[in-house]
């Protein structure tokens, strides 16, 4: 069963956003060896290689950041479908609108600023003879990281602005806004990343800071997928992750020991009964290791009883009461409480 909703577009588009995150980190850490260094530590070799993996790195960079972020924005069309009003509507298009033309328009400047296009890195190599070309791109890096920070901040708020005309209750509100407020990590980084694009335009330690931009544009690109996959992610950590958890923070309590305890187990896996004076009853629970086999249990008294009568003359009740399927320790608390409050005396008359 899906249990995450249906397959949409905006979950296809993370693939190749993923796709663009892992050629861009593979990039980033085959240059480390190099872009870490000083300009004036770099062999005159390596240029040409660095150049390659900055071209690439920042080509992964665009196609991934844009891809998330229009699979961010149409998820949002997608839930709120048929329940928000036309501006709001207008808004998320506008930003798909924004997004797609802002990418489309970099991957082209990026592409076309050196003529031939293979000029960007074949430049800097000793023996590269063709004619070339190449427009400055210091005021283009600046730029185009403005217009990133922007589009990340306009994810973010976006979702924020809907939920104030949804009716839910605040606490359910609260939650939401603080899944899609994840993003504001995204668009601090990316407010970094510019910063550092605009340093690399107006120093000559070229590679130093080179790597700098390399870092915060690894750190954006693989945030933003993450809080992209944020609603799905707590789907899944709550079916798959849930109970294992739970079941690991149960057992790393110390178990306390309280004079009247409901409940104790035998090392034969009998559950006696210290405070039930009723009789014999019988409880199944499924293990941990089959939860398709039922293993019935006797739950007997543990003290004997000494006659046939409570304390205020009523008699005890033989008939054997309702088995229940106790699948979890909260429901074996259940049904201890159930059976303690249905097998408490009735309240004492007042004495007149």
Not at 197 to 203: I, T
Not at 317 to 340: K, M, N
Request: aromatic share 10%; charged share 15%.
């Amino acid at each position: 069963m899906n249990k995450a909703g249906a397959l949409g577009l905006d979950d296809v588009l993370l693939i190749p956003a993923t796709l663009a995150s892992i050629m861009q980190t593979a990039c980033i850490v085959y240059a480390a060896p190099i872009m870490g260094l000083h300009l004036w530590n770099v062999q005159p070799k390596n240029f040409e290689v660095a150049s390659l993996m900055a071209f690439l790195t920042e080509f992964a960079f665009v196609i991934s950041t844009g891809a998330t972020k229009i699979s961010v924005l149409l998820f949002y069309r997608r839930v709120t479908k048929g329940t928000i009003s036309r501006p709001v509507k207008f808004a998320v298009m506008g930003g798909i609108a924004y997004v797609v033309i802002y990418t489309l328009l970099l991957t082209l400047l990026l592409v076309l600023q050196c003529n031939p296009t293979n000029a960007y890195w074949k430049s800097y190599s000793i023996g590269y003879s063709t004619d070339w070309h190449c427009i400055d791109i210091r005021w283009m890096n600046p730029v185009s990281g403005a217009l990133s920070t922007f589009s990340d901040f306009y994810c973010v708020v976006l979702p924020m602005a809907i939920l104030r005309h949804f009716r839910a209750p605040r606490r359910q509100k609260i939650a939401l806004n603080c899944v899609f407020g994840l993003g504001i990590i995204v668009v601090i980084a990316g407010a970094i990343r510019t910063w550092y694009y605009y340093e690399l335009g107006h120093a000559n330690d070229l590679t130093n800071v080179g790597y700098k931009v390399f870092v915060w544009a690894q750190l954006e690109t693989t945030l933003a997928i993450v809080c992209a996959s944020a609603p799905s992610l707590r789907v899944f950590v709550r079916t798959y992750l849930g109970e294992p958890v739970v079941r690991m923070i149960r057992s790393s309590k110390p178990r306390s020991t309280v004079p009247n305890q409901l409940s104790q187990q035998d090392e034969a896996g009998t559950v006696k009964s210290s405070n039930f004076p009723s009789a014999r009853r019988s409880a199944c629970y499924t293990t941990d290791e089959d939860e398709s086999t039922l293993i019935s249990h006797q739950i007997k008294p543990s003290l004997e009883m000494v006659g046939e009568t409570e304390l205020d003359g009523t008699p005890l009740s033989l008939a054997p009461s309702d088995s229940y399927v106790l699948r979890t320790p909260a429901g074996f608390e259940t049904y201890a409480l159930r059976d303690l409050e249905k097998n408490s005396p009735p309240p004492r008359k007042p004495v007149s």
